[in-house]
């Protein structure tokens, strides 16, 4: 077994054990000890932590002594984020040429690069350490199946392996595709891993899926409930996973309704996670969200950047990824907001409980060149202007039924015409996977400033002026 495969179940296992350990104050010290040992790392070698943390008394920690930091302070100052400055901006923008290629990409063959966009709309790069990636993707792993995998089925994968999939854009910078590619890699032999991507036409999707019967599927919450609508209306669906997990986007409680009226057998978890902190939380089968508080640190603040009140609901989070060595997020701002519940749950759990309610765009129902109908995810838009040339920020509206239009900021001394055809291209690229190329039409605009929400709040990156389909419409396009 390769080391990374050992990390990743070692890992796993470490986190099921922990989870069930119900003691407060044995994770709270384990936190403190992670806490101190990032810390010290930080300042050491991280020359952008050093300002931050020099003056922080390690045997007596107070976060609130660190000024918080965001992407864009962390982008300026690239170069001295990365600990020992082992690669440079330079290096790792380099590796986008734009090819869909399978293999991870991987610097110097230790580090794994990571491209988002948040909710932003602002392009941002990313470092993590080839055995910190491992660690997370353990973690995570461990906490996803803790109310689905038995002893008897872990056993049995000795000789049938879980089939696991994942259902997401395939963009080599995507965490989400990553963690599929690192999967495939380190998972066997005990799981079976495919991808397949979500730009495709349901029928397709479904196609695929049907012949692979998966058992576990990890997808964005609208494309699970694409396929329970798909088997709602009336399509033909050969599989029924025993866990579906869903992350990267908001699950509404219609999109859990369906997906449960659908899949009625299947256990759902929803992750909230991001490409700066991937282990935040797990959802339980009490459908309760857990904190993960020993693998990463999340504190609500209201408006005025102090603590938000215990129950209130925060202007925005502060996140501190208790891992990552390679690129250290401390206390890194996140226009998120929460609310946290300190309560016990019914499962046991003592780790905190959490509730998201900000990680929202519009969802975008096409009508496909056959009359069917398709879903354009937020997901698939981001993953779709990420591969196009030159674009600062952007926002995907949803103007009249099968009509976009893309507003865009160019990049500093890229021509506005250039980024406006490679937008269009891309858009073309994804249409045809979805069916869509002929019925759909996709204008650009170059903008001087973007619509935010109401307040001067976050950026919604895809808006959608026209209505879902209603049940009527959607039972005479089947």
Known sequence: MPYHSITFYGFAFRALARDRMNSTARLEAYRQSSLKSLLSHARQHVPFQHERLKHIDLNNIQLEQIAPTTKSTMMEQF???????????KQVIATDDGSHRPELPILKNKYLVHKSSGTSGKP????????????????????????????????????????????????????????????????????????????????????????????????????????????????????????????????????????????????????????????????????????????SILEPRDANGNPASPGELSD???????????????????????RINNDICPCGSVLPRVEVFSRKGSQIHLRSDRGTWQLLSPPVVVDTMLRSHGVAQFQVIHVRQNELQVKFIPQKGIEPRDVGKSIEEQFASTLIRLGCVKSVSVSSEHVETLQRTEGGGKLIQTVSLVPAPTQEQRASAA
Request: aromatic share 10%; proline share 4%; net charge neutral.
């Open 79 to 89: 170069d001295d984020t990365i600990a020992d400055r082992v690669v440079t901006l």
């Open 124 to 295: 941002s790069w990313m470092v993590t350490g080839i055995r910190d990636w491992a660690i997370l993707r353990g973690s995570t792993t461990g906490r996803m199946i803790r109310d689905w995998v038995t002893l008897r089925r872990a056993c049995a994968t000795v000789l049938y392996p879980i089939r696991s999939t994942v259902l997401a854009a395939e963009h080599a910078h995507s965490m989400t595709w990553q963690a599929a590619r690192s999967g495939e890699l380190w998972a066997r032999p005990f799981i079976q891993m495919k991808f397949f991507p979500v730009v495709n036409s349901v029928e397709r999707i479904v196609a695929d899926l049907n012949q692979y019967k998966p058992e576990y599927m990890h997808a964005y919450p609208t494309a699970v409930e694409m396929l329970a609508r798909f088997r709602l209306d009336g399509g033909h669906i050969d599989f029924d996973p025993g866990l579906i997990s869903v992350g990267s986007e908001a699950l509404t409680e219609m999109a859990r309704d369906a997906i449960h009226r659908a899949f009625p057998n299947t256990i759902l978890v929803d992750h909230y996670g991001m490409t700066e902190c991937l282990p935040l939380s797990t959802q339980c089968r009490f459908g309760q969200k857990h904190l993960n508080t020993d693998f």
């Open 316 to 338: 925005h989070v502060l996140v501190t990824n208790l891992i990552s060595k390679v690129q250290p997020i401390i206390r890194y701002r996140v226009d998120d907001s929460v």
